[in-house]
Each structure stands twice: as structure tokens, then as C-alpha cells.
């Protein structure tokens, strides 16, 4: 079924594309959401019902879990559910940059089994089945093979790296970066752009479903903070914070990690 169902993505990331560039982001019409969950536009509205319409007529016994539609509990009854941010990093979108993203997975008892992070101003799109590797715009990536802290250059936001974070008290020596989407970060340290990434906010699935398995079948590793395997479509859609990278320096990280 990942292979089936890869094609079914590809086709409806690139219609939420060409919907979310038809608005002017500056000037889309915007929003706080209540309790501090951060903006949303008219926007993200218009792509995530373009990708429901699209996705569930395509696919009606699958779930729905995306970050623009009240959750259900409905979506715990079935075995494959899509998992949507229709646009990841909303506020990079206002200010009119070009780092925001559309990111659809399925996941299936649990599992990603197919995935799409795709950049419409960028012209990136990351693709990824299930044993069947990862791509960017239909080129294979893998991730990097870095091993020390010293030469890797890792995407974290400043928090990450307060001392109290670290077991040493001390945060390791690497070059820091950082990116407002963090589907775009998977991204990225999937093709090597860089060498890890992390966050240890509670994260939610939406945001890192489809670049998990795109990491994964980048050749890297993927966990939550405490080293734990990644699983989705859970009845509280939120994971333990996020580390990934190349092998070797995804276990450095754990292993720095307080």
C-alpha cells in the first residue's frame, strides 16, 4: 500500500501549492488561535480543505488527523489515517518568506508509510515510501555521515541549547542552525544539508510525520528525545520531543541529552 499511496500524495501536495501561492502572505487575512497555539490564515484553511476533499474521496476508510481540523477520536478506529499540516510554519508564510510547507503522511497501525514535505517557493519536494528510500524532486538523498559534534552542524532553536539540557551542563560544540519549519528541517538533514536536528518541545504528529519516514529511508535515525521509537495517530497527538540525523550523531545527541 505505500507505493500505492505515494503517487495520491504527490498529486495533492501539489494542489495545496497552488492554492497556498495564490494568497499574498503578508496580506492573507490572519489570526491567533486560542491559548497560544500560534497563528493561522485564510490560508491554511483553503489547503487544508482542498487536501481533506481530496484525500478522503480518494481514500474513505482512511482516518483524517491534521493540525486545521478539530480532533476526533474517530480516527483511533482505523488502521491508516493522513496526517496534514497544510501549511508548516504559518508565521514564515505571514512574513511572506518562502520556508513554510505542506507535509501529508500515512501511517498505518502506527507506522509512516508514505510521506511528502514539499516547499512550493522553493520548488522542493521530499518524497518517501516505506522501504523504497528517500527522494528529493526524484533524485535518491541519504543523510549525512558525519560522527563528531566538532564538524556537524546541527538545526536546533536557541532553548535547546541551555545548559540545563545537557547531562554535561554544558551544550556540545557544534555549529547551530535553524529553520521556523520543522518539517523542512527533517528535510533537510535527510539530504545532509545538515547533520542533525532537534527539538525538545512537545512536538505534534502533524508537524513530523512525513519527515520522519523521510529521514528513515534517507538512510538516518529518528527518535524522541529519551531514544524511543516514533509512533503516530496516537489518542493525544503529541511526541516527546524529536531527534534526528545521520546514525552516529543521532546517538551522540541522545547520549549528550540530560
Same mark, same amino acid.
Given at each position: 500500500m505505500p507505493a500505492a499511496d505515494l503517487p495520491l500524495l504527490i498529486e495533492a501536495v501539489r494542489m495545496a501549492g497552488h492554492v497556498a501561492t495564490g494568497f499574498v502572505g503578508k496580506s492573507a487575512k490572519r489570526w491567533d488561535k486560542p491559548d497560544g497555539a500560534g497563528p493561522v490564515t485564510e490560508a491554511d484553511l483553503a489547503v487544508n480543505d482542498l487536501l481533506h476533499k481530496v484525500l478522503r474521496q480518494a481514500r474513505p476508510d482512511y482516518g483524517w488527523l491534521s493540525e486545521e481540523t478539530e480532533d476526533s477520536s474517530i480516527r483511533l478506529g482505523h488502521d491508516r489515517v493522513f496526517i496534514v499540516d497544510p501549511i508548516d510554519g504559518t508565521r514564515s508564510f505571514t512574513e511572506g518568506a518562502d520556508t513554510w510547507a505542506h507535509a501529508i503522511a500515512v501511517a498505518e @497501525?502506527?507506522?509512516?508509510?508514505?510521506?511528502? =514535505? #514539499?516547499?512550493?517557493? *522553493? /520548488?522542493?519536494? #521530499?518524497t518517501a515510501a516505506r522501504g523504497k528510500g528517500a527522494y528529493l524532486n526524484g533524485v535518491p538523498i541519504q543523510t549525512s555521515a558525519v560522527t563528531d559534534f566538532a564538524d556537524a552542524t546541527i538545526l536546533a532553536a536557541k532553548p535547546t541549547m541551555a545548559a540545563k539540557m545537557w547531562?554535561?551542563?554544558?551544550?556540545?560544540?557544534?555549529?547551530p542552525a535553524y529553520r521556523p519549519s520543522l518539517a523542512y528541517r527533517l528535510g533537510?538533514?535527510? &539530504? +545532509? &544539508? @545538515? /547533520?542533525?536536528?532537534?527539538?525538545? *518541545?512537545?512536538?505534534?504528529?502533524? /508537524?513530523i510525520a512525513a519527515g520522519a519516514l523521510i529521514v528513515a529511508e534517507a538512510g538516518g535515525a529518528i527518535s524522541n528525545q529519551r531514544g524511543?521509537?516514533?509512533?503516530?495517530?496516537s489518542a493525544d497527538p503529541r511526541l516527546d520531543? =524529536?531527534? +534526528?540525523?545521520g546514525g552516529l550523531i543521532h546517538a551522540a545527541l541522545l547520549d549528550a541529552l540530560a
Open positions: @497501525f502506527g507506522q509512516v508509510t508514505s510521506a511528502v =514535505v #514539499y516547499l512550493p517557493m *522553493r /520548488d522542493l519536494l #521530499y547531562r554535561s551542563g554544558v551544550c556540545p560544540v557544534f555549529k533537510l538533514v535527510a &539530504q +545532509a &544539508q @545538515f /547533520d542533525g536536528m532537534l527539538t525538545l *518541545r512537545p512536538s505534534w504528529e502533524w /508537524d524511543a521509537s516514533l509512533r503516530f495517530n520531543g =524529536v531527534v +534526528a540525523g
